[in-house]
């Protein structure tokens, strides 16, 4: 069953509103579902409405337990979205250090956590990684179907592209894995915010896509109404289902499943298919995003 990771170089992007939203719409569509927190700032749970007094959670205990495969079914809640999740869990900065070594030293407590929960029946594992490279993403990354990296529309992401293109941000681990996976095709990227206020996010598209060419996935578009789900504790379906980036984050889980199952009979999508796929799904695609673009030459006359 399919394994589905947000993770990005650097922060502030997306990864955990992505991961809750896309699991609540697969879960809609009818998947068993197990959102699964990787970041020590263990936020995803906030998302589906966990009490943020509640201090445990499954990584944080891992490196703990006598059986990995006994470890996240104790941690595992239920959410009213249908979701199941694992938050990381609470833990001070001594705490997180040592749990990152111990991810390190035995990738395998969590690469047999994240196997045992893909083999049950049904089940579809979505993940938020921690910013930049992890020991969390080189344990799980063997197991990944997709890995997809949100990019926001600020100058900031263009200096991400060599990181992402050269798998740099997976970090440690083996990196003929790294490798394997990326080349595989099962890295894509993400426009998020996409519309943003500010004259420079159409030239960041343009350059994203160029750089990225068949990587780029389509976009989520900003909207104001995703931090006000946010601070509700609530996710974008069941809080403003009609709202732009809802129906984006719709669109996106039933792209992220048409790739998958895709690549899994080994078919791999020329870009003008997963246009036509992704225009399908309804996600916002980059033929969307494209006409608006300024080069920056008209940018400058604007001035
Ligand atoms: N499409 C969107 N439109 C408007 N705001 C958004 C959108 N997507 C995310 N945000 C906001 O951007 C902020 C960062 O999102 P989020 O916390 O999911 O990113 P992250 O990559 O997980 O960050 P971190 O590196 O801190 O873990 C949040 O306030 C979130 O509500
Ligand atoms: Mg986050």
Redesign the pocket.
């Known amino acids: 069953m399919p394994l589905i990771c ?1 993770a ?1 170089p ?11 939203n896309v699991a609540r719409e697969l879960s809609r569509a009818g998947a068993r579902v197990i959102a699964l927190d990787l ?1 020590p ?1 263990n ?1 995803l749970g906030a998302h589906f409405g966990l009490d943020l007094r509640d201090a445990f959670g499954f990584l944080a205990t891992l490196r703990y337990a006598a059986d990995p495969r006994a470890a996240w079914r104790a941690a595992l809640r239920s959410s009213p979205s249908g979701v199941s999740f694992l938050p990381y869990g609470q833990l001070g900065m001594d705490g997180a250090n040592a749990n990152s070594a111990s991810l390190i030293e035995q990738p395998e407590m969590l690469g047999t956590a994240v196997a045992d929960m893909l083999s049950v029946s049904g089940v579809t594992v979505v993940a ?1 990684l ?2 930049g490279a992890s020991p969390a993403l080189a344990a799980i990354l063997p197991h990944a179907n997709i890995v997809i990296v ?1 990019l926001l529309p600020h100058p900031a992401s263009v200096a991400q592209l060599p990181a992402i293109e050269g798998g740099r941000f997976a970090g440690g681990g083996s990196q003929a894995v790294v490798k394997s996976r990326l080349e595989a095709g099962k890295l894509r990227v993400l426009m ?3 519309g ?1 206020p500010g004259k420079l996010a159409g030239i960041i598209a343009q350059g994203v896509s160029q750089q990225m060419a068949g990587r780029l996935f389509g976009a ?12 509700a504790q609530r996710l974008l379906g069941d809080f403003a289902p009609a709202s732009p ?1 809802a129906q ?1 984050m719709a669109g996106l889980a039933a792209a992220i499943v048409a790739q998958i199952n895709d690549t899994s009979r080994d078919r791999q999508p020329t870009p003008g298919q997963s246009q036509q796929l992704r225009n399908a799904y309804g996600l916002t695609s980059l033929a969307e995003i494209m006409p608006q673009t300024q080069s920056p030459v008209a940018l400058k006359a604007d001035r």
Not at 10 to 20: F, K, P
């Open positions: 947000f990005s650097s922060g502030g992007v997306g990864r955990t509103t992505l991961t809750a970041d700032q936020a938020d921690p910013a949100p998020n915010q996409w943003a989520i578009r900003y909207d104001e109404v995703v931090p006000e789900a946010a601070a980036a984006d």
